[in-house]
């Protein structure tokens, strides 16, 4: 049975599934890492990945579709930082009003501009020569037989590690995230770096929800991302705001959702509402054990004000 | 004199602020104060909590902007409106809560804000060599690699000094930097200002505790009220006199205690352990008795264990081995709820987090954990008459200075705060009161007042157990004094016979 189910084919839509959530997450962590808990993460895929379909639909370009997707990322990440740093609104409820937004807008906007579910053709499958032949076990066809959107997520991944370790920005992003007033106090533009960090994940977000529409599923119907948006801030707590563990979780998380489709296709007989479930649950049991860790911003949620 | 200061920055000849006024909504923190301060020279900056020291410097290091006034810099007009300003004119601050990071490291901590010299990519190890050049120059030994929540509060404190001189810091602020070190640390942090002074830095010392600015300052300027007293030279100046310039009136320096009569015993602890929030052992093995008619003080550093003790006592904390004992009663694990009605009362150490409800009226925290009780309750039902009643009394008793028993409690000074907290837990006549902190950020005239009440309440034959981290309160009111090192009471001495050196010793943990 366990052959059946643990296929190369498995492995590889596991790592396929797990795209949006690591652009999101990415994003996420940059921000939670200034301090700024966005919540709305879910609404910038939505309105990322019905802008980057549409332009998709209407021009047949992706790069269009990419930049489309960037500038909604980007403007409802500033927006979203305009909210909790310049005004310093509550972070939880202005970060569900963003959804609440994007949910509905990209709904409108769907309706009157496409009116049915349509399919583009999106990013077609990239084989990296040499590498996508590898046949031991399977690594060809899990790692090197995907579409670009793919491969840039992963390649994000170490690029943010670096980021955040070892460059000054990351430094600023890290005390800002722990300590504000100290970064003050040491010269550091506290709204400088999270209007930067936030509007830098609204651009992942932008990208998860592309990712999603003209890359993994090619289509948009209403509320295509069903709640990733949702999942991937759970992941970033999951992955301790560190990018390798955040990875660690998507891929987590994406590996049990492919085992549970597999397991339909394959007519194990188990109610199909608990193999959707399985991913969920499987989430809620990892964020209880996930203790934790020193690098948890202890400023998260908290606005910065000069002074006391 | 030379221009530059052996890290190679420029010196800061001479600092002048000039009229300076700052308004908060209700306040005048700052009313035309004059301030100056030259290389070479210590200046002391001496004034009550709530004097406008640190707005002052604040203003100084651009973290708040001043209404009126101006600020020279040897001779010249400056504007500092931000602490990139002030760090670009040669200006450093020390402040009182440290501006660490804790989760960094000491390298990364003083790199923070700084440009690379690799443009974008991080170049740690060229700071850590600097840090270690400046570290051998002024003495101050700091592993660069090492994370900040690693290190004790006083070598803290040396990075916080060491990351002011790395940015040039020609001129620095300290503001009330001996609050949490021992009496070593104190000597040592005086050796290395003084050093910095003769290599010319200018620095300015912020202090509200007299024998401190006296030996450390060539210069002292009294604040009281957002205004300057006077600017006066350390030579000749005395506690006595700098205390009437901080009050406004004559000030009660040295309590007339009678002759301590301790009773039974009131409050007994055998072996008792517990866990830190850290979740290591905060308290290891400690045995206390306290007697009625007396007031025993347990000294030490900030966090080796005074809190969990506090709180093991009142309930707040579970033991995880040992026993406590009120009057003969075993309590371990008892609810704070019922030790209250056995007769113990808790001066908790966070005020504002513990001792009230800040956004609640005076009456409503004066009567806050016996709001259920006679004669403030009747069944389910609040007897408003009798908590009015009882509230005006106490703030006439206790002197506290509110506009009305219906004032949010936020909106009252320390001082008065802690006065009403003491007239609660007080007016319950306790068989046992455990003050911790009691005059932590409180007035002088409200301390004075507090420590008259202790003393008072000790004479009564009340059980006291005072925990403080300001040593001279706990010689001017224990009868006996223990010292806490890492969760263990390392020592105990009788008050008469006490020697500062001795406690200074045990404080830092070294036994002999």
Redesign the interface.
Known sequence: MFDELLTAGVFASAIRLATPYIYAAIGETFGQRSGVLNLGVDGIMLMGAFASFYAVYETNSLLLGILVALLVGALLGLFMAFISVTLQAEQGISGIGLYLFGLGMSELLFVKLLGTPRSVDGFPRVDIPLLSDLQFLGIGEIFFRHNLMVYLAFALVPISAYVLN???????I??VG??P????????SVARVRYFTVTLGGMFSGLAGASLSIALLKVFQQNLTAGKGFIAVALVYFGGWRPTWVLAGAMLFSFVNALQLQVKTVGIDIPSEFAVMAPYVLTIIALIFATKR??QPTALTKPFE??E | MTDLLPTGHRRIHELKMQGIVKRFPGVLAADHVDFEVKAGEIHALLGENGAGKSTLMKMLYGLYQQDEGQIFINREHVQIRSPQDAIKQGIGMIHQHFMLIPSLTVAENVALGLKSSRGLRLDLDVVAKRILELSERYHLQVEPDIPVWQLAVGEQQRVEILRALYRGAALLILDEPTAVLTPQEVDQLFHILNQMANDGHALIFISHKLHEVLAISQRITVLRDGRRVDTIPTEGATKRILAEMMVGRPVVLEYERVECKPGKERLVLKKVSALSNRGDLGLKNVDLTVHGGEIVGVAGVSGNGQRELAQVITGLRPTTEGEIFLEGQDITGKSPVLLNSLGLSHIPQERMIEGVIKEFTVAENYILQDHGRKPYATNIFLNFRQVVTRTKDAIRAYDIRTPSHETPVKSLSGGNIQKLVLARELSRSPKVLIAAQPTRGVDIGATEYIHKRLLEERDKGTAILLISEDLDEIRALSDRIVVMYEGRIVGEVKNENVDVNQLGMMMAGVTS
């Open positions: 070892y460059t000054t920005l990351g430094l600023n890290r005390a722990q300590n007033q100290a970064a003050d106090a040491m010269g550091v020193r690098e000069r002074g």
